[in-house]
Protein backbone atom coordinates (compact mmCIF):
# COMPACT_ATOMS: atom_id res chain seq x y z
CA UNK A 1 0.00 0.00 0.00
CA UNK A 2 1.49 3.27 -0.53
CA UNK A 3 1.12 6.18 2.05
CA UNK A 4 1.68 10.07 1.46
CA UNK A 5 3.62 12.02 4.33
CA UNK A 6 3.51 15.87 4.80
CA UNK A 7 6.26 16.94 7.10
CA UNK A 8 4.30 20.36 7.70
CA UNK A 9 1.16 21.09 9.21
CA UNK A 10 1.47 24.80 9.17
CA UNK A 11 3.75 27.13 6.96
CA UNK A 12 3.73 30.73 7.55
CA UNK A 13 4.95 32.93 5.18
CA UNK A 14 5.19 36.45 4.27
CA UNK A 15 4.08 38.06 1.17
CA UNK A 16 6.65 38.03 -1.58
CA UNK A 17 8.78 35.49 0.19
CA UNK A 18 9.51 31.60 -1.23
CA UNK A 19 8.22 29.12 -0.04
CA UNK A 20 8.50 24.89 0.05
CA UNK A 21 5.84 22.65 1.10
CA UNK A 22 7.25 19.16 1.73
CA UNK A 23 5.88 15.94 0.60
CA UNK A 24 7.02 12.61 0.85
CA UNK A 25 5.21 8.99 -0.26
CA UNK A 26 6.06 5.68 0.26
CA UNK A 27 5.23 2.52 -2.24
CA UNK A 28 6.36 -0.34 -3.23
CA UNK A 29 5.71 0.65 -6.90
CA UNK A 30 5.65 2.99 -9.27
CA UNK A 31 2.90 6.26 -8.44
CA UNK A 32 1.74 8.92 -9.62
CA UNK A 33 1.89 12.41 -7.98
CA UNK A 34 -0.74 15.22 -7.40
CA UNK A 35 -0.59 18.56 -5.39
CA UNK A 36 -4.17 19.96 -4.56
CA UNK A 37 -5.33 22.86 -3.19
CA UNK A 38 -8.32 23.72 -0.93
CA UNK A 39 -9.61 27.26 -0.21
CA UNK A 40 -11.86 27.71 2.76
CA UNK A 41 -15.59 25.99 2.44
CA UNK A 42 -14.62 24.82 -1.17
CA UNK A 43 -13.69 21.46 -2.60
CA UNK A 44 -10.20 20.59 -3.84
CA UNK A 45 -8.51 22.36 -7.08
CA UNK A 46 -5.96 20.44 -9.08
CA UNK A 47 -2.31 22.80 -9.33
CA UNK A 48 -0.26 20.03 -10.88
CA UNK A 49 0.59 16.47 -11.50
CA UNK A 50 3.36 14.36 -12.24
CA UNK A 51 2.85 11.31 -14.59
CA UNK A 52 6.33 10.79 -16.53
CA UNK A 53 8.77 12.97 -18.05
CA UNK A 54 10.41 15.61 -17.25
CA UNK A 55 10.81 15.77 -13.00
CA UNK A 56 9.76 19.68 -12.82
CA UNK A 57 6.67 19.85 -13.42
CA UNK A 58 4.61 23.65 -13.70
CA UNK A 59 1.64 23.87 -12.45
CA UNK A 60 -1.66 27.10 -12.19
CA UNK A 61 -0.96 29.91 -9.82
CA UNK A 62 2.70 29.80 -10.41
CA UNK A 63 3.31 26.94 -8.35
CA UNK A 64 5.99 23.99 -9.58
CA UNK A 65 6.95 20.68 -7.95
CA UNK A 66 9.99 18.35 -8.31
CA UNK A 67 9.71 14.56 -8.45
CA UNK A 68 12.74 12.53 -6.70
CA UNK A 69 12.53 9.28 -7.09
CA UNK A 70 15.42 8.49 -4.85
CA UNK A 71 14.57 10.82 -1.75
CA UNK A 72 10.52 9.60 -2.89
CA UNK A 73 9.35 13.21 -2.38
CA UNK A 74 7.83 15.61 -4.73
CA UNK A 75 8.21 19.26 -2.64
CA UNK A 76 5.81 22.17 -4.15
CA UNK A 77 7.55 25.47 -4.54
CA UNK A 78 6.44 28.83 -5.41
CA UNK A 79 9.02 31.88 -5.60
CA UNK A 80 7.27 34.43 -4.53
CA UNK A 81 3.53 34.14 -2.59
CA UNK A 82 0.60 35.96 -2.45
CA UNK A 83 -1.88 36.28 0.14
CA UNK A 84 -4.58 34.91 -1.98
CA UNK A 85 -2.77 31.63 -1.49
CA UNK A 86 -3.29 31.24 1.75
CA UNK A 87 -4.98 27.65 1.99
CA UNK A 88 -4.97 24.29 2.60
CA UNK A 89 -2.31 22.08 0.36
CA UNK A 90 -2.67 18.07 -0.50
CA UNK A 91 -0.46 16.00 -1.94
CA UNK A 92 -1.64 12.40 -3.01
CA UNK A 93 -0.67 9.41 -4.96
CA UNK A 94 -2.34 6.82 -7.36
CA UNK A 95 -1.35 3.72 -8.47
CA UNK A 96 -2.59 5.23 -11.96
CA UNK A 97 -2.96 8.25 -14.11
CA UNK A 98 -5.95 8.78 -11.44
CA UNK A 99 -8.68 6.00 -12.93
CA UNK A 100 -8.16 4.85 -9.24
CA UNK A 101 -8.32 6.22 -6.27
CA UNK A 102 -6.00 9.07 -4.58
CA UNK A 103 -4.21 8.88 -1.26
CA UNK A 104 -4.03 12.18 0.43
CA UNK A 105 -1.36 13.41 2.94
CA UNK A 106 -2.99 15.23 5.97
CA UNK A 107 -2.40 18.73 4.33
CA UNK A 108 -0.44 21.48 5.02
CA UNK A 109 -2.01 24.99 5.70
CA UNK A 110 -0.02 28.03 4.33
CA UNK A 111 -0.64 30.96 5.84
CA UNK A 112 0.29 34.16 3.90
CA UNK A 113 0.66 37.44 6.11
CA UNK A 114 1.22 40.87 4.83
CA UNK B 1 -16.44 26.30 -11.44
CA UNK B 2 -15.89 22.53 -11.50
CA UNK B 3 -19.36 21.57 -12.57
CA UNK B 4 -19.65 19.32 -9.68
CA UNK B 5 -22.51 20.25 -7.05
CA UNK B 6 -23.08 18.29 -3.69
CA UNK B 7 -26.30 19.02 -1.76
CA UNK B 8 -27.03 19.56 1.06
CA UNK B 9 -24.26 21.87 1.90
CA UNK B 10 -24.78 21.33 5.61
CA UNK B 11 -26.79 18.73 7.61
CA UNK B 12 -26.94 17.92 11.38
CA UNK B 13 -28.14 14.38 12.14
CA UNK B 14 -27.99 12.16 15.51
CA UNK B 15 -27.09 8.64 16.26
CA UNK B 16 -28.23 5.88 14.52
CA UNK B 17 -30.14 7.79 12.09
CA UNK B 18 -29.14 7.47 8.19
CA UNK B 19 -28.31 10.19 5.70
CA UNK B 20 -28.36 10.12 2.08
CA UNK B 21 -25.97 12.89 0.14
CA UNK B 22 -26.33 13.80 -3.46
CA UNK B 23 -23.95 14.61 -6.51
CA UNK B 24 -24.42 15.94 -9.56
CA UNK B 25 -21.67 16.22 -11.95
CA UNK B 26 -20.55 17.38 -15.84
CA UNK B 27 -22.09 15.02 -18.91
CA UNK B 28 -19.39 12.63 -20.09
CA UNK B 29 -17.93 12.09 -16.51
CA UNK B 30 -18.73 8.24 -16.14
CA UNK B 31 -16.58 7.76 -13.28
CA UNK B 32 -17.95 9.36 -9.66
CA UNK B 33 -15.64 8.79 -6.77
CA UNK B 34 -16.45 10.11 -2.87
CA UNK B 35 -14.15 10.91 0.06
CA UNK B 36 -14.44 11.48 3.81
CA UNK B 37 -12.30 15.08 5.16
CA UNK B 38 -12.67 14.59 8.70
CA UNK B 39 -11.48 17.84 10.44
CA UNK B 40 -7.69 18.06 9.97
CA UNK B 41 -7.26 15.57 7.79
CA UNK B 42 -6.83 14.79 4.47
CA UNK B 43 -9.58 12.99 2.15
CA UNK B 44 -9.83 9.59 2.55
CA UNK B 45 -11.43 7.47 -0.16
CA UNK B 46 -14.83 5.20 0.32
CA UNK B 47 -15.94 4.14 -3.18
CA UNK B 48 -15.67 4.41 -6.89
CA UNK B 49 -18.31 4.10 -9.47
CA UNK B 50 -18.36 3.43 -13.30
CA UNK B 51 -21.57 3.36 -15.55
CA UNK B 52 -23.53 2.60 -11.93
CA UNK B 53 -21.28 0.17 -11.04
CA UNK B 54 -18.71 0.01 -7.63
CA UNK B 55 -15.52 -0.52 -9.28
CA UNK B 56 -13.04 -0.07 -5.92
CA UNK B 57 -13.65 0.46 -2.21
CA UNK B 58 -11.73 1.91 0.24
CA UNK B 59 -11.46 0.61 4.48
CA UNK B 60 -14.79 2.19 4.92
CA UNK B 61 -17.79 -0.39 6.18
CA UNK B 62 -20.84 -1.73 4.39
CA UNK B 63 -22.82 0.66 6.05
CA UNK B 64 -21.14 3.30 4.01
CA UNK B 65 -23.04 2.48 0.10
CA UNK B 66 -23.12 4.43 -3.15
CA UNK B 67 -25.54 4.63 -6.49
CA UNK B 68 -24.64 6.00 -9.43
CA UNK B 69 -27.47 7.01 -12.11
CA UNK B 70 -27.57 7.39 -15.96
CA UNK B 71 -27.80 11.31 -15.65
CA UNK B 72 -24.38 11.97 -13.83
CA UNK B 73 -26.15 12.25 -10.67
CA UNK B 74 -24.87 9.97 -7.71
CA UNK B 75 -26.04 9.43 -4.01
CA UNK B 76 -23.87 8.09 -1.17
CA UNK B 77 -25.69 6.29 1.45
CA UNK B 78 -24.50 6.03 5.02
CA UNK B 79 -26.89 3.51 7.60
CA UNK B 80 -26.62 3.53 11.81
CA UNK B 81 -24.39 6.89 12.01
CA UNK B 82 -21.49 7.38 14.42
CA UNK B 83 -20.13 10.10 16.13
CA UNK B 84 -17.19 9.69 13.85
CA UNK B 85 -18.87 9.85 10.94
CA UNK B 86 -19.18 13.97 11.41
CA UNK B 87 -16.95 14.81 8.53
CA UNK B 88 -17.02 16.74 5.08
CA UNK B 89 -18.04 14.54 2.01
CA UNK B 90 -16.48 15.49 -0.80
CA UNK B 91 -17.72 13.85 -4.28
CA UNK B 92 -15.79 13.70 -7.67
CA UNK B 93 -15.99 13.01 -10.91
CA UNK B 94 -13.40 11.95 -14.01
CA UNK B 95 -13.86 12.55 -17.37
CA UNK B 96 -12.86 9.33 -19.59
CA UNK B 97 -11.96 11.51 -22.42
CA UNK B 98 -10.45 14.84 -23.58
CA UNK B 99 -7.92 16.70 -22.85
CA UNK B 100 -8.59 16.01 -18.99
CA UNK B 101 -9.31 12.96 -19.34
CA UNK B 102 -8.61 11.14 -15.67
CA UNK B 103 -8.46 14.42 -13.87
CA UNK B 104 -10.54 14.30 -10.57
CA UNK B 105 -13.00 17.25 -10.57
CA UNK B 106 -14.44 18.16 -7.02
CA UNK B 107 -17.20 19.39 -5.28
CA UNK B 108 -17.88 21.67 -2.62
CA UNK B 109 -18.68 19.12 -0.19
CA UNK B 110 -21.60 18.24 1.96
CA UNK B 111 -20.53 19.16 6.13
CA UNK B 112 -22.23 16.27 8.01
CA UNK B 113 -22.56 16.30 11.60
CA UNK B 114 -23.34 13.24 13.69
CA UNK B 115 -24.51 14.38 17.46
Known amino acids: AQSVTQLDSQVPVFEEAPVELRCNYS??????LFWYVQYPNQGLQLLLK??????LVKGINGFEAEFNKSQTSFHLRKPSVHISDTAEYFC????????????FGSGTRLQVQP | ETGVTQSPTHLIKTRGQQVTLRCSSQ?????VSWYQQALGQGPQFIFQ???????GRGNFPPRFSGLQFPNYSSELNVNALELDDSALYLC??????????????FGEGSRLTVL
Open chain 2, 92 to 105: ASRPTSGGRAGELF
Open chain 1, 27 to 32: SSVSVY
Open chain 1, 50 to 55: YLSGST
Open chain 1, 92 to 103: AVSLDTGRRALT
Open chain 2, 27 to 31: SGHNT
Open chain 2, 49 to 55: YYREEEN
